[in-house]
């Protein structure tokens, strides 16, 4: 398996990176990790690279292709170069690929080749404040005075990936098909080895005890964030902040609060992944 690191945290997204992008062909063993930023992404891809390295080392007898100079690609899809998917079809399977962006914007053969596709979502007010801190610690996104600044543009649609609400309602209409498995970011943090256990169980990947115990340590927060500087250099500090859940308590007006909860329910309140983030009990003052 080859994974991508290494490149500009919020570079190469133009028309002519989308245009290139549709020459990628994924393939239907292909790994797809989508999320919204600050979901959980850098967590969960730490969970399938070694889901996948486990399935290496069985299948294949040998240990993970993935090494220091191999690291060629930064695993976001829309992050790189025009060439950047040219290089990516040379790439031996099974690749594991993450992604912000809606379905729309997706290569189609991610869809028609059945690539699966793990969706990960997280409460919005907890998506939010983790993007509040994220914008404001990292140079290429616009950083913001105050809270309250962020929170309006949150609100009004000017993330650098779009509307939350709006991403939720496009991908909940994908959310029964059967190459789709949505997990959310409070059941792997409830419970992190029954999360695993089931992602392994959709990629069909079986697991002993012991490599499922390891899975599970590697990519807990600690680990992580004492890894952070080997794994994500600079951006390390600023992309593994806190990793909890609640966070938005400290944060959240009580008007704040009635916004997003109507926002909330105008969009995908009763859809499946609505449903799914348990909103009543993360989201609720």
Known sequence: MKIA?????????????FRAMESL??????????GYPKSGTNWVGQILSDLVAIFEKKTQNKESSVNDEELEEFPYLEIGDTGKYERMNKLPSPRVIFTHLLPENLPKSIFKNKAKILL???????????????????SPLPSYETWDDFFIAFMTKKMPWGCYFEYLSEWNKYAD??????????????NPVLGVEN??????ISLTEKELQSVVERSSFQSMKKNAQKTHGAFGNVLFRKGGISDWKNL????????????FEEHIGGTKLGIKLKYEVYCKA
């Open 199 to 204: 992602i392994a169980a959709f990629l069909g």
């Open 120 to 138: 990960l979502i997280r409460n919005p007010k907890d998506v939010a404040t983790s993007f509040y801190h994220f914008s404001n610690g990292m």
């Open 25 to 34: 062909e994924v393939r239907s063993d292909d790994i797809i990790l989508a």
């Open 252 to 263: 959240f007006s009580e008007d704040q609060n009635e916004k997003m909860d109507k926002a």
């Open 177 to 190: 098909d059967e190459n789709v498995m949505t997990i959310t970011y409070e059941e792997l943090k409830k």
């Open 5 to 17: 690191r290494g490149c500009g945290a919020v570079s190469g997204r133009s028309p002519e990176v």
